[in-house]
């Protein structure tokens, strides 16, 4: 079975206890496991600037392929984030982009990000968004309900948040979920009965996690071909 992973992390450097951490070692675990693309996010927070290090992802990614992940800051400060129309550049040649409003101390919020939320509705760029910076999705279904063109990929989805990011898919358009932190039992099987296969993107959060729970999860889940294509592809 090939893949495409819609989760995909790495770093500058080895870090001790990962089976891969760099871009060119992610890669490989990639090619090995019939992974043929990935949405890759540079992992780092410190020592560079934001702009420095989407930088690096946009480079790597015209190397080796795939689909850049750009973190997104509110333009509260010119040096660090991009303008509206940067991010349409961006959006256009087919970035997506990650806001971490809990880490970053950003809310997804009109008042916070402003034109680049209408960029972003206009264009079609995914948003990621882990519900790990969340302990209540409340604040970002209420924005959503204000934005239905925007594409919200929901990312580290886990099983204390499970019900409310369901009721997240039924409930508004241009919702996904991914897999990285999908573990419970039968949990494919499950949210494909709930959601359907086309609201679920595989993915495996490499390099912070290995990707063989997922792949194997994928292998035994009790779904019909179409369905496992779906969200493999």
């Given at each position: 079975m ?5 989760n ?26 019939g ?5 890759w996010?540079?992992a780092?927070?410190?020592?560079k600037?934001v702009r ?8 790597n ?22 303008t509206?129309?940067e991010?349409e550049?961006l959006?256009?040649?087919?970035a997506a ?10 809310p ?14 206009k ?14 999705l ?15 990929v929901l990312?580290?989805?886990n ?6 990011y369901v ?15 999908v573990?419970?039992?039968y ?15 595989f ?18 889940a ?6 496992l294509?779906k969200?493999?592809?």
């Amino acid at each position: 079975m090939k893949f495409k992973d819609a989760n995909c992390v790495f770093y500058a450097f080895q870090r001790e206890g990962q089976l891969a951490s760099t871009f060119e070692e992610v890669k490989a675990v990639c090619k090995e496991n019939g992974i043929v693309k990935s949405a890759w996010y540079n992992a780092m927070r410190y020592g560079k600037p934001v702009r420095e290090l989407n930088n690096e992802t946009l480079e790597n990614c015209k190397k080796y392929g795939g689909v850049p992940v750009l973190r997104l800051l509110p333009p509260s400060f010119k040096n660090e984030s991009y303008t509206a129309a940067e991010v349409e550049e961006l959006a256009k040649a087919g970035a997506a982009f990650r806001i971490c409003p809990k880490k970053d101390a950003s809310p997804i919020t009109d008042w916070m990000f402003g034109d680049m939320i209408k960029v972003l509705e206009k264009t079609g760029a995914p948003l990621l968004v882990s519900v790990w910076e969340y302990e209540d999705l409340s604040p970002l279904a209420e924005f959503k309900s204000k934005h239905p063109e925007l594409v919200l990929v929901l990312t580290n989805t886990n099983q204390w948040l499970n019900r409310q990011y369901v009721a997240m898919v039924k409930s508004f358009p241009n919702v996904y979920i991914e897999t990285t932190n999908v573990i419970e039992y039968y949990a494919f099987e499950s949210l494909c009965s709930e959601i359907g296969a086309d609201k679920i993107m595989f993915g495996t959060g490499m390099a912070d996690k290995e990707p063989y729970d997922r792949i194997y999860q994928m292998i035994y889940a009790d779904l019909s071909q179409e369905e496992l294509e779906k969200i493999a592809y």
